[in-house]
């Protein structure tokens, strides 16, 4: 703190020192110019009297007229000369003012113009000005009139200048020290009396949600040292409470966080239960149930939770691989008297469904009902692979792959949402219902929705990216999606940039009124709310990679090498495959002694296989796949290695800890759920993740090794970067990332939706 003052002071003084300096050198010329004009002025009135004293030859007059110069200014002295002789003198000046044979004197009798300049006489500064007597035709040789001045009034000047600068300067740093001082100490006791208080309340849980997230911290009223201490102070708060959970249940805390052990259904003495196991700060209002003020729930997607498959003759269950399915599925298990809309695409479903198209689910403890909807194959194709995923994903996607509007798909696409509209509503009380519609596929859906069910309670979550205004018009029938789409209470989206886009596109192509405070649009009398919700995983315990199974996996896919890389993804352009083969090539060109040592699996899931441009993609991505393994690879080692096909969760979770690195490298991305899975499978928190920053994921695991999958070099370093990273490092960013996810979980997200919906009712 010492040296902290000393260098201030040091500072301050160097700082009015040349304040000083430079008021001083101002005044000094301005004195000096006001010295030389007085000068001439004196020099221009005694030069007619010595021109007509030489002329009559009065030299005694001369010299009474040359010492009256000398009277009236101070160490001064007056000389008239003649071709470098002395003619006359003050008979009081100082001898060496004698000074006639001066180059100045001399070139003023040869000119004939007034010449000035700096002389130390005898140690002192004085200013010397010589004008020529215009008495030639008369006198028959030039004369002249030297005048010498002192200048000590102008050093005095000069120096009282840089004393009356320099205590200026110091008055006011000295005033700025103690008020910034002042400032800080008021900021820092205020910052320090919201942190006590927000600590006080978050361990007595006032700051936790009724599911055990964190009350997001109070960054924006505290200095960003204290940003850190917050984060770390939630975090141990939320542990504190889920070991509360697990003490009072007996059971896994995310069971009793998502309700899928001890509670099901609408069982009021359970969830009281729940209620008092959780501790202080929970109160029935924060309830799923109360919520949704006892209505029923209604997801209306694409995918179903549950497919029914027919194989060897008999039917099993299958769990679809869905971030979706992951989201909401749990909370219609708790929920319970729940209907999911979706397609039957199971080669069994028909099979399972009762009068109504039903099922009930999950077939071990059904809790809610899943309502089918058959497609045709014309159906599917015009609707899910032509105006959904060949129109409006490239479009929305900045991937740079152009969209194809298809009239004919668009037609299919308003048939198949009408479908899902009058299916949604069948046998369906919608004034009490709450209806999450789920994605792109159905941005009609909210309109037909409203037009048969006013009263009902609409919810749109889109969630693929928004594109800015000028991109979504090349839609043709943008404005039949944005009028669908307002048909909802809320339209949700992963990122506040996303909600941005979107209001800007209303405003420029609708006659709408977008209220940029409440971010909302407007048509006719209908408001229509518009938030971000960032999509998230279930935090539920993943299965430890053991030591055995490790080698098992290598074994299996002919990995020898010590550092394994991994990419989980669909096979799809805007996953960045391409861009993150070079990034390899690159990474092995530029650091070779990984060459036989780093292995890098891509878990590769085949996508709309349907659609040319997929096809494509696929035969690109084994292209460049081969030429980095034909370039580094040798026998007994390949530096990539593709495994294409459909993988079950447990295989992915061992994957995800086998991966000492994740490489997500997606071109534009919602959200992107492999890299918030990949954080929470990390048991040994050892791995490192390097994540694209066109995701919306890269908000939130700010601790990832964020990149531009367009950039080979970029890929390259952060690959060299997260494997050369110290133990302590990885495992300080990976359990920031893990607190991040879990304070932020499917749970949380769904719940916000639910509440975002129903605050309209």
Not at 66 to 95: K, M, N, Q, Y
Not at 384 to 402: D, I, K, Q, V
Not at 705 to 711: A, D, G, K, Q
Not at 750 to 761: I, K
Request: hydrophobic share 40%.
């Amino acid at each position: 703190m010492r040296k902290s003052y000393r260098l201030i002071f040091v500072l301050v003084l160097l700082v009015a020192a040349a304040a000083g300096a430079i008021q001083s050198h101002l005044e000094r010329n301005r004195a000096m110019a006001e010295l030389r004009q007085r000068l001439l002025s004196v020099g221009l009135g005694l030069r007619e009297a010595v021109a007509v004293n030489l002329i009559t030859g009065r030299t005694d007059k001369l010299a009474r007229t040359l010492r009256e110069f000398g009277e009236h200014e101070p160490a001064a002295g007056a000389v008239v000369c003649s071709e470098g002789h002395t003619i006359a003198i003050d008979s009081r000046a100082r001898p060496w003012f004698a000074m006639c044979n001066d180059g100045t004197v001399l070139t003023a009798e040869a000119t004939g113009i007034s010449q000035s300049s700096d002389r130390q006489l005898n140690g002192a500064d004085y200013l010397m000005l010589v004008q020529r007597i215009e008495a030639d035709g008369v006198l028959g040789k030039p004369f002249s009139l030297l005048l010498v001045r002192s200048m000590a009034e102008v050093d005095d000047s000069a120096r009282a200048a840089f004393f009356r600068a320099m205590l200026t300067a110091l008055g006011g740093a000295l005033v700025a020290i103690v008020l910034i001082q002042l400032f800080s100490r008021w900021l820092l006791r205020r910052s320090l009396r919201y942190l006590v208080n927000w600590t006080r309340n978050i361990f007595h849980g006032q700051g936790l949600g009724p599911l055990g997230t964190i009350m997001r911290s109070p960054d924006h009223r505290l200095p960003p040292e204290f940003r850190e201490l917050t984060r770390e102070l939630g975090s141990v708060a939320l542990r504190m409470r889920h070991e509360r959970l697990r003490l009072a249940w007996g059971t896994d805390e995310r069971q009793a966080l998502l309700g899928t052990d001890r509670v099901h259904g609408n069982d009021p003495e359970q969830v009281a239960g729940f209620e008092k196991a959780a501790g202080a700060g929970i109160n029935a209002g924060d309830t799923v149930q109360n919520v949704l003020k006892n209505r029923r729930l209604v997801v209306v997607a694409n995918r179903e939770p549950y497919v029914h498959e027919r194989k060897d003759g008999h039917i099993r269950v299958v769990r679809p691989a869905s971030g979706v399915v992951s989201a909401l599925e749990p909370i219609m298990r708790m929920c319970g008297g729940g209907i999911w809309v979706a397609h039957g695409s199971g080669s069994a479903d028909h099979d399972v469904v009762d009068a109504n198209d039903e099922v009930r689910v999950p077939p071990e403890n059904p809790t809610y009902t899943i309502r089918r909807v058959w497609l045709t194959r014309e159906e599917e194709d015009g609707y899910y692979y032509g105006f959904a995923n060949e129109g409006l994903w490239p479009l929305c996607h900045l991937a740079y792959t152009r969209p194809t509007f298809r009239l004919s798909d668009w037609e299919m696409y308003k048939s198949v949402n009408q479908k899902f509209s009058e299916t949604t509503l069948r046998r369906l009380d919608a004034a009490n219902a709450v209806i999450l519609v789920q994605d792109y596929h159905y941005a009609l859906l909210p309109r037909l929705l409203r037009e048969s069910a006013p009263l009902a309670s609409i919810e749109l979550f889109w969630h693929i990216p928004w594109p800015n205004p000028e991109a979504f018009g090349i839609c043709p029938q943008y404005k039949e999606l944005l009028e669908g789409m307002l048909g909802a209470d809320v339209v949700g989206f992963h990122t506040q940039f996303h909600c941005n886009n979107f209001l800007e596109t209303c405003d420029r192509y609708l006659e709408c009124r977008v209220d940029w405070e409440r971010f909302s649009v407007t048509v006719g009398n209908r408001e229509t709310l518009v938030r971000s919700y960032p999509i998230s995983i279930a935090t539920e315990p993943v299965r430890r990679l053991t030591p055995l199974r490790r080698a098992e996996l290598k074994s299996r896919y002919g990995i020898t090498t010590e550092f394994v890389a991994l990419g989980v993804d669909r096979l799809d352009y805007t996953k960045g495959l391409v861009e993150r083969m070079a990034g390899i090539e690159r990474f092995l060109e530029k650091y070779p002694q990984y060459i036989g040592k780093f292995s890098f699996v891509e878990m590769g899931t085949p996508s709309r296989t349907n659609i040319p441009s997929y096809r494509a993609l696929i035969t690109e991505v084994e292209q460049a796949i081969e030429r980095v393994n034909n370039r580094f690879g040798f026998e007994g080692y390949r530096p990539i290695v593709l495994l294409k096909g459909h993988f079950d969760w447990n295989e992915v979770a061992d994957f995800y800890q086998l991966g000492l690195v994740c490489l997500v490298t997606s071109l534009h991305d919602g959200m992107n759920l492999v890299a918030k899975e990949y954080v929470w499978s990390q048991d040994s928190e050892q791995g490192a993740l390097i994540l694209s920053r066109f995701t919306g994921a890269a908000r939130e695991l700010a601790e990832a090794l964020i990149v531009n999958p367009y950039s080979s070099e970029e890929i390259a370093d952060a690959l060299f970067e997260a494997l050369n990273q110290s133990p302590d490092e990885r495992r300080d960013r990976m359990r920031r990332m893990k607190e991040q996810v879990q304070g932020h979980n499917a749970f949380h997200w769904a719940t916000d939706l639910l509440a975002g919906v129903s605050s309209r009712a």
